[in-house]
T-cell receptor
Framework: QKEVEQNSGPLSVPEGAIASLNCTYSDRGSQSFFWYRQYSGKSPELIMSIYSNGDKEDGRFTAQLNKASQYVSLLIRDSQPSDSATYLC???????????FGSGTRLSIRP | DAGITQSPRYKITETGRQVTLMCHQTWSHSYMFWYRQDLGHGLRLIYY???????DKGEVPDGYVVSRSKTENFPLTLESATRSQTSVYFC???????????FGSGTQLSVL
């Protein structure tokens, strides 16, 4: 079992709608969680980090963390075609010395 | 320029050859990481380093060797390349192991 699991998609969402991306993790001691966005042929870039239970909002993005359920999610409001990319969920695990990634979810925003 | 740089950008080699991928960062970050990315697998951690002369295995270390004699450099060596090591390799750094990663541009390696 991978430490971080994601649905690979593709997830297709109409423009202007809310895109919901989900991730689960297996290490209960994990402290830090991240969402990276990666465009085709490019390096991943951080869009959200979250460290405590609850919601964290940044513009059109909201990250949600539920440590009891070992679940992390990313909501993208008012989805734009420029949001079409692969979204990678990541966790530091309990060691807090390395970052492990899920396999990524490919998101497609249709006009 | 400041940042994290990888070289070469593209590399083609043959099975059995030794290949070294270079990674250099100018931020003096303590932590450095090597990942490989294959379709359907996301980013998989190969090796990481918490400081100079401290390295540790990640998820897929077999067939790879790393060293870190200086804080700013973290080369990755494939001792005897195999076709299964054809991949895109990303180097990354961070101030602490549980914080934001800064990625290089990647090296696309093809083993024929």
């Amino acid at each position: 079992q991978k430490e971080v699991e994601q649905n690979s998609g593709p997830l297709s969402v109409p423009e202007g709608a809310i895109a919901s991306l989900n991730c689960t993790y297996s290490d209960r001691g994990s402290q830090s969680f991240f969402w990276y966005r990666q465009y085709s042929g490019k390096s991943p870039e951080l869009i959200m980090s979250i460290y405590s239970n609850g919601d964290k909002e940044d513009g059109r993005f909201t990250a949600q963390l539920n440590k009891a359920s070992q679940y992390v999610s990313l909501l993208i409001r008012d989805s734009q075609p420029s949001d079409s990319a692969t979204y990678l969920c990541a966790s530091s695990g309990s060691s807090a010395s390395k970052i492990i990634f899920g396999s990524g979810t490919r998101l497609s925003i249709r006009p | 320029d400041a940042g994290i740089t990888q070289s070469p950008r593209y590399k083609i080699t043959e099975t059995g050859r030794q290949v070294t991928l270079m990674c250099h960062q100018t931020w003096s970050h303590s932590y450095m990481f090597w990942y490989r990315q294959d379709l359907g697998h996301g980013l998989r951690l190969i090796y990481y380093s918490a400081a100079a002369d401290i390295t540790d295995k990640g998820e897929v270390p077999d067939g790879y060797v790393v060293s870190r004699s200086k804080t700013e450099n973290f080369p990755l060596t494939l001792e005897s390349a195999t076709r299964s090591q054809t991949s895109v390799y990303f180097c990354a750094s961070s101030e602490r192991g549980y914080e934001k990663l800064f990625f290089g541009s990647g090296t696309q390696l093809s083993v024929l």
